[in-house]
Structure formats: structure tokens, C-alpha cells
């Protein structure tokens, strides 16, 4: 697998989370939730799993980076 394939995937989760965050964001701001006739622990659940999936798909391109230096390090 190449830096950036890896790279790319990690792009991919990254906005996938976004997505999900603003998603579950406009559900807890609608209508229907602050009249109270929607439950807001659904959206509450998805928006920290979708937070985790930023936070993991941060750590990835972190990774990527640390071996992209060693291999540079080891060439020099």
C-alpha cells in the first residue's frame, strides 16, 4: 500500500466524519427536536462516533507522515 493510498483513505474518513458531524448537528438543531418530538440520543451517539472517526483518521495521516520521514531519513 503507498503513502498515498493511505493518505487518500485517511482523507476519506476524515470528510466521511465531517459529514456525519454536520448530519447530526442540523438533526439536533430541527424543528421536530427542540419542539421535543425527536429523540437527540441517537444524533448525540453518531456525532461522538462520527468525532472518533476524525480523531482515528487524523491519527493515520500522523502515522503516514512518521514512516514518510523515516524512509526519507534512511534514503539520506
Known sequence: MSIDSILGT???GIQT???GIKKNAANLASKET??????PATDIVEMKMNKYQVLASGK??????????SLLDEKA
Open 17 to 19: 466524519g465531517l459529514n
Open 34 to 39: 427542540m419542539q421535543g418530538e425527536g429523540s
Open 60 to 69: 493515520v495521516i500522523e502515522t503516514a507522515d512518521e514512516i514518510l520521514g
Open 10 to 12: 485517511a482523507q476519506t
